[in-house]
């Protein structure tokens, strides 16, 4: 980890560690019963009721700092606020704690990561010291490396996602996942500019040939041995709408237009870390759709990888243009699962909201594994379906497939249904239509780039791979 995700691990065990009780609402009377008087006279004496957030700090016998006790609230607060504990994390004053608690393992791997997520910060752009903040010793009964993995993989997708566009264009993404490979021993292979034409990927030339910054593809190998798992992710690393312009409103946040190959670089650094016996592939199109004299013009018909034509109808949806090369390409090989991950509709969040990702597959095993998944580790996704009876709105006559079928309706699913027409040799296919931010912050979860539906694919993989 780099300084900056430093308190996103697990604090060393000095022996100076304090107390630090997690107590739930409705468990507070029993838990007091058990205390020594001194504590539950404190305890009345502040109020302490152990709401979401709530903390009480209580002095030893010299006065100095005891122990803390901290609430988690109801079933209900508890079901509303993810990562409770990491939210009472700022609350804490800057010491090492041991945990004392009544969570059932899967409760203390989760707050015990929402404690560690609670260190992120991006602050590549400030000039300010690193944040002093309250450390936890690892309970005993975690795996407490698997969980800073998870966490500095978050960290990456993040730190990625808030990066502003002047610093994270195609260049700059690809550097990013050469770290990657580099510090995991994975190979990597770039086709940039007009060679994505020779290497016949004409969308996703035609999507960033406008650019200043030249489009290119990347594809990450790692592993030599296992069932093939290859994650795809959408690279679009600013999003101007090209020719069809967004206003401007529209325009200010679509830096975070890479969240999905951001999400996908921080899975994949989670499984190289964990080092999985899997054949990795990671293919990432990253381009800038911007306008110039050559930009793709709406009612423009281009070539696909596929052999499949496309009329651009809004030169605004781009990603499933660069997508459906990459996810071609990748289909090629035929892998035992493919995922792709993208920031692709707002009819997504219309649906859904900015916190509930749908994911769409014709799979019912791996949409259910992906469900009970993402209750276990509380990554909220759900399931849309890949409705027959839309696939002609994607069919525009003049040729094979339309980019933005016209009257907006079911938007997000004839995203999926397009994307879907290029997958056919891949028995498991799944795309995630994400947001990839967290608008207003939240325990354990700042204002700014978040990784969504990572943890539930993590959980759930294993056994989809037998691994």
Partial sequence: MTNAHSLMAFAKDD?????????DADGLDDWKAQQPSSVTAWLDTLNFKAAAGEVALLPGEDGALGLAVAGRGSARDRAR??????????????RSFV??????????AHETLGWCLAGYAFQRFRNTPERALAGLVAPDTIDAAEIETLAAGEALSRDLINTPASHMGPEELESAIRA???AHGGKL???????LLTANLPLIHAVGRASTRAPRLLDLRWGDTGPKLTLVGKGVCFDTGGLNLKPGASM??????????????????MIMARGWPVRLRVLIPAVENAVSGNAMRPGDILPSRKGLSVEINNTDAEGRLVL????????????DIMVCMATLTGAARVALGPDVPPFFTRDATLSDALLQAASTVQDPLWPLP??????GLIEPGIADLDNAPSGGMAGAITAALFLHRFVEATPRFVHFDIYGYQSKPAPARPKGGVGQGARALYAALPRLLDL
């Fill in 15 to 23: 022996g100076g560690a304090l107390p630090l009780h997690l107590v």
């Fill in 81 to 94: 606020n993810r990562f409770t504990l990491g939210g009472l994390r700022s609350k804490l004053p800057a």
């Fill in 99 to 108: 945990l004392h608690h009544d969570l059932n393992p899967e409760e203390l």
């Fill in 180 to 182: 990657l490979a580099k």
């Fill in 189 to 195: 292979d770039v086709t940039t500019g007009d060679d």
């Fill in 252 to 269: 200010g946040l679509m830096k975070k237009d890479m969240g999905g190959a951001a999400t996908v670089i921080g899975l994949a650094q």
């Fill in 324 to 335: 459906a090369d990459a996810l071609t390409l990748a289909d090629e090989e035929a892998p």
């Fill in 386 to 391: 890949l409705h027959p009876a839309y696939e």
